[in-house]
Each structure stands twice: as structure tokens, then as C-alpha cells.
């Protein structure tokens, strides 16, 4: 039972540099979604999917990009990491509208420690 | 628009008390409510969920919630701290009309529970 798994778990990272982040999930759901978590400020909507193809921004999407080619992966890219990306990176899932019930439910994975120094 | 405020960012307990923590929201409509739990170096857990019906909502670890829409509140307890219980609490609501399912959350409330 996987359910959502991100990697790397750890990554450092000198000013300027680019990376991806990788979410995987194999529960099938419709609905991704990648946060960031910075202390004292919970968590913060960077950029979701509601399907394969499609991506859409969150509260705080700049300095970021994102894509969904399949429907069990979501891909966070920093084009040009900056010291202000330092932060825990957190993937999630939901049913969407698969199931009633449980749409709401968001499902999340372990995280990735990023710091840009 | 929607948002939630967790009053206290650091609750400290004794073993065996009662937990209380606290979680205002803002919703312009019919708000569904989350309480999330997240240990040490993970991700974050579902605790318990408020959508529709029963106004109080029993969730996993023994801990419940109530949902109270005259004081916009969506408090969680538990009867009884256990040293397992330490964690980062975080309530969350979204709009049951919305297409994206998309959650706000509050800042979190570190719990702390004392031997």
C-alpha cells in the first residue's frame, strides 16, 4: 500500500539551480496537489491537478511549475531554486469526483526537505 | 472566501488530561471540515472529517470533533492525553460545491504532552 510517494525525501540546492520533485500515486485518483510548509504559516496551495493534462495555480505558484502528463504522477519544477524556496514540500491526492464520500479527502505523502542556499 | 484560524500555536498537556484544541473557520458556504495530524518528519494523517449530518464527529486515536455553526467553531478533544498524542494538529475547511476539492488550512497547533 503505497499510496502517495514523494522524491527525493532530501535535497540541497545552490541559488539558481533547478530541480523536480516527483509525486507519485497509485490509489487512482483524480485529484493532485503540491503545498509547501513553512513554519508558523501551515500549509500553502502551490498548484493542483484536477486530471491527467490539466494544472491549474494555488495560492502561491510563482517560482514554480507543474505538470501532470500521466495520471498517477505530478511533477513540481523550480526553474531557478532561490533561498525563499527552502521549505518542506508536501504532495497530495484526492478521489475528486470518483467518490462522493470521499472527494473531499486529500491524501498525503511524507514530504521533501528542500533547502536553496 | 474561506479561512480558518487556530488559536494557539503551542498547547501543552499532562498525560491523562483533556485535550482541547481550538479551530475557528470563515465560510460563505456550507463548510466541510478536516482535522489533520502530522508526526514528526511526516506526512500529514486524516483525523476526522466533517461533511454533513451528526454535528459531532468521532475520529481515529480516540479524539472527536464538533461541529458548531453558530460560533463557526470545529473544535477537537480528547478525554485523555497520551505521550503518542504529540504532534502538529492542523484543521482545514473547503467548500463542498467546489469542483477542485481544494483545502485551506490553519497554521497549526503544536501539542506537547508532559509525563
Known amino acids: 500500500n503505497a499510496g502517495v510517494t514523494q522524491t527525493p525525501k532530501f535535497r540541497v540546492l545552490k541559488t539558481g539551480q533547478s530541480m523536480t520533485l516527483l509525486c507519485a500515486q497509485d490509489?487512482?485518483?483524480?485529484?493532485m496537489y503540491w503545498y509547501r510548509q513553512d513554519p508558523g504559516m501551515g500549509l500553502r496551495l502551490i498548484h493542483y491537478?484536477?486530471?491527467?493534462?490539466?494544472?491549474a495555480k494555488g495560492e502561491v505558484p510563482d517560482g514554480y511549475n507543474v505538470s501532470r502528463l500521466k495520471k498517477q504522477n505530478f511533477l513540481l519544477g523550480l526553474e531557478s531554486a532561490a533561498p525563499s524556496q527552502t521549505s518542506v514540500y508536501f504532495c497530495?491526492?484526492?478521489?475528486?469526483?470518483?467518490?462522493?464520500?470521499?472527494?473531499?479527502?486529500?491524501?498525503f505523502g511524507a514530504g521533501t526537505r528542500l533547502s536553496v542556499l | 472566501a474561506q479561512s480558518v484560524t487556530q488559536l494557539g500555536s503551542h498547547v501543552s498537556v499532562s498525560e491523562g488530561a483533556l485535550v482541547l484544541l481550538r479551530c475557528n473557520y470563515s465560510s460563505s458556504v456550507p463548510p466541510y471540515l478536516f482535522w489533520y495530524v502530522q508526526y514528526p518528519n511526516q506526512g500529514l494523517q486524516l483525523l476526522l472529517k466533517y461533511t454533513t449530518g451528526a454535528t459531532l464527529v468521532k475520529g481515529i486515536n480516540g479524539f472527536e470533533a464538533e461541529f458548531k455553526k453558530s460560533e463557526t467553531s470545529f473544535h477537537l478533544t480528547k478525554p485523555s492525553a497520551h505521550m503518542s498524542d504529540a504532534a502538529e494538529y492542523f484543521c482545514a475547511v473547503s467548500g463542498p460545491g467546489g469542483a477542485t476539492n481544494k483545502l485551506i488550512f490553519g497554521t497549526g497547533t503544536l501539542l506537547a504532552v508532559q509525563p
Open positions: 497530495a491526492s484526492s478521489p475528486g469526483t470518483q467518490r462522493a464520500l470521499a472527494k473531499n479527502i486529500q491524501y
Open positions: 490509489m487512482n485518483h483524480e485529484y
Open positions: 491537478s484536477v486530471g491527467e493534462g490539466t494544472t
